[in-house]
C-alpha cells in the first residue's frame, strides 16, 4: 500500500522550468518503479517518463525527451521531474504513480498506485 501525493506545479512562461516532487508514503518505496504521466481534461493519461528502483535507468517519451530528467531519492522517499525549455503544450495536470513490475512502463494500466496530480501551466 502506497500514498502518492505530487507538488510543485504552477503557472509558468514558455522556455522556464519546473521540478516536480512526488512524495511516497505508506509502502517499501525503493522496490517500486515509479512513473509520470500528464493529462489534459478531455483527453487520456499520457506516459511522460519512469525511472527504475536504483535510478540508474530511466525512460522517456518523445515529446519530452531531452527537456525533462526524472530522478530518485529512496532515503527521502520522494521522485522528481525536472523540466526544462517548457512549451505550452506541455501545459497539462501531472501525475505521479508507482508499480511493483511492468512490461515497458509506458501504459497507465501498469500502474498500481496513482497520485492526485499537481497543475501545471505554460502561457507562449
Known amino acids: 500500500q502506497v500514498q502518492l501525493v505530487e507538488s510543485g506545479g504552477g503557472s509558468v512562461q514558455a522556455g522556464d522550468s519546473l521540478r516536480l516532487s512526488c512524495a511516497a508514503s505508506?509502502?517499501?518505496?525503493?522496490?517500486?518503479?515509479m512513473g509520470w504521466f500528464r493529462q489534459t481534461p478531455g483527453k487520456e493519461r499520457e506516459f511522460v517518463g519512469f525511472?527504475?528502483?536504483?535510478?540508474?535507468?530511466?525512460n522517456y517519451a518523445d515529446s519530452v525527451k531531452g527537456r525533462f530528467t526524472i530522478s530518485r531519492d529512496n532515503a527521502k522517499s520522494t521522485v522528481y521531474l525536472q523540466m526544462n525549455s517548457l512549451k505550452p503544450e506541455d501545459t497539462a495536470v501531472y501525475y505521479c504513480?508507482?508499480?511493483?513490475?511492468?512490461?515497458?512502463?509506458?501504459?497507465?494500466?501498469?500502474?498500481?498506485?496513482w497520485g492526485q496530480g499537481t497543475q501545471v501551466t505554460v502561457s507562449s
Open positions: 525511472i527504475t528502483w536504483s535510478g540508474s535507468i530511466t
Open positions: 504513480a508507482a508499480a511493483q513490475t511492468f512490461w515497458s512502463g509506458r501504459s497507465v494500466n501498469e500502474y498500481a498506485y
Open positions: 505508506g509502502g517499501t518505496f525503493s522496490s517500486y518503479r
